[in-house]
């Protein structure tokens, strides 16, 4: 179920005077711009330059993932841009959390998952207008002993949330689920997948699942666009490389961060890009521009 929430609010009023985001966003010139990021910590991603590369890339919305923050914990630097933040921390410290950032109002709406998932603060919904926003961490399937023990939690969880969106889907609403899913789909999506079929990250089952989302009417926006611009297919774009030296600057990666897009939005997507060139976390940013037209009826 999906409902309206109230919610205490962790946002900072906007404020023109002190967010060039906002007063870039309102003049309307531009698509709408919708990034995502897991930023492997929100207070390590700010020391490394969080915010004026937030400053440079001026997106309309941010969605985060991996925050590890409470929302009291937030720094200073950011909450100071005046934009619209709205936080789903974990209850565990340190762990996990989600959130948004935003030029304008939105409303968050609540996502009724199981306990055993709302407590690891993996789903924050908003809606700004005719448009929903899903920022989404999915969890894992390694578990603390670098197994795959977490893939049975990975996969309920992923099915819930699907689940719970299909509605939207189902409806004709304009939705984009943005976020780490934690899964390469197709060989095409990771440096090595015969060195990785039994790895988390990239078991039959977990791309199983990735493919569900897909026969459900969710568009993988930056798989459809690159093979509109190269005519097929084509490796060699990635969002996450472990940390392990040299592996990322030889593009040893995976994609497994998506801007999955609702067959109701597709038509406003005028194009989705990944941001490789970004430092600052192990993963990349990730986005769409669409069509402003999308946030009315």
């Keep these: 179920m999906i409902t309206r929430v109230r919610v205490e609010s962790s946002a900072v009023p906007p404020n023109p005077k002190k967010s060039p985001l906002l007063t870039l966003a309102q003049r309307g010139r531009r698509p709408l711009t919708v990034l995502c990021w897991n ?9 490394k ?16 993932q991996e925050v590890r923050a409470l929302p009291h914990q937030i720094p200073a630097e950011l909450t100071e841009l005046g934009l619209e933040a709205h936080w789903e921390p974990a209850e565990r410290p340190g762990y996990s959390g989600v959130g948004w950032l935003g030029t304008q109002a939105f409303e968050p709406i609540g996502v009724e998952l199981a306990r055993r998932f709302r407590v690891e603060g993996r789903v924050s919904l908003v809606r700004c207008g005719a448009l929903w926003l899903c920022s989404v961490y999915v969890p894992k399937g390694s578990g603390s002993a670098r197994d795959n023990s977490r893939v049975p939690y990975k996969l309920a969880f992923s099915r819930a949330l699907r689940r719970k969106l299909q509605a ?6 304009r939705v984009v689920v943005l976020g780490d899913f934690n899964t390469a789909h197709q060989d095409l999506d990771l440096s090595r ?3 990785n079929r039994e790895n988390s990250g990239f078991l ?16 993988d926006s930056f798989r459809a666009k690159q093979v ?14 472990s940390q392990r030296p040299g592996l990322r600057e030889r593009n040893v990666g995976w994609r497994i961060d998506y801007a999955l897009v609702s067959p109701g939005a597709w038509p406003f997507v005028r194009r989705a890009f990944i941001l490789p060139e970004v430092r600052g976390s192990d993963h990349c940013p990730l986005g769409v521009e669409l ?3 999308v946030l009315k009826r």
């Excluded at 199983?208 to 459900?216: E, V």
Aim: zero cysteines; aromatic letters at 12%.
């Design 228 to 241: 509109e611009v190269d005519g097929e297919p084509r490796g060699g774009h990635y969002t996450w490389w």
């Design 291 to 293: 069509d402003r037209a």
């Design 168 to 173: 939207l889907v189902d409806g004709g609403e």
């Design 204 to 219: 039959p089952e977990e791309r199983r699942d990735f493919s569900a989302w897909l026969r459900a009417g969710w568009i």
């Design 49 to 64: 330059g969080l915010v004026p590369w937030l400053r440079e890339a001026g997106p309309d919305f941010l969605a985060l």
């Design 193 to 195: 997948p015969n060195q």
């Design 39 to 47: 930023v492997n910590g929100v207070r390590a991603a700010t020391r």
